[in-house]
């Protein structure tokens, strides 16, 4: 089973996307587009302060009937947020996301943040991890005739 560490490791781009609390909801839907993410890390001077998701947007702007060009970040960004070490398996990450319902997940090393891990990614992980369990037992069941 792979950790966290090893996850991020294999993603295409380690890039992590930030805004600062003070920006504006529409500023942050432009970076999330641009970038094909569905959530953005909220820092401010160098320290994760919360972070804002697609979901955030749904249920706080647009059902609350605000303005993204109005709302800032931080009116509507989730301020609790959870990450893991570095060192955390898949299934830790996967039994997190599952528990508070999170799509994203920040990877901490020691006060370092590394970078964010989607379900995407972990789904992903474990797809290729079975695929090549698979592989094995059958190339061990072919062997044994």
Known sequence: MKTARQVLETKP???????????????ALQIMAEKGIGALLVMEHGRIVGIL???????????????SRETLVRDIMTSSVI???ADQTTDDCMALMTQHRLRHLPVMDGDELIG????????????????????QLEQYIAGAR
Do not use: C, N
């Open 53 to 67: 998701s697609e979901r955030d947007y749904a249920r706080k702007v647009i059902l609350m009937q605000r303005t």
């Open 13 to 27: 781009t380690q890039a992590i996307y930030s805004i600062q609390p003070g920006a504006t909801v529409y500023a």
């Open 83 to 85: 990450y893991v070490r």
């Open 116 to 135: 964010m891990l989607s379900i995407g990614d972990l789904v992903k992980d474990i797809i290729s991890e079975q695929r090549f369990i698979i592989e």
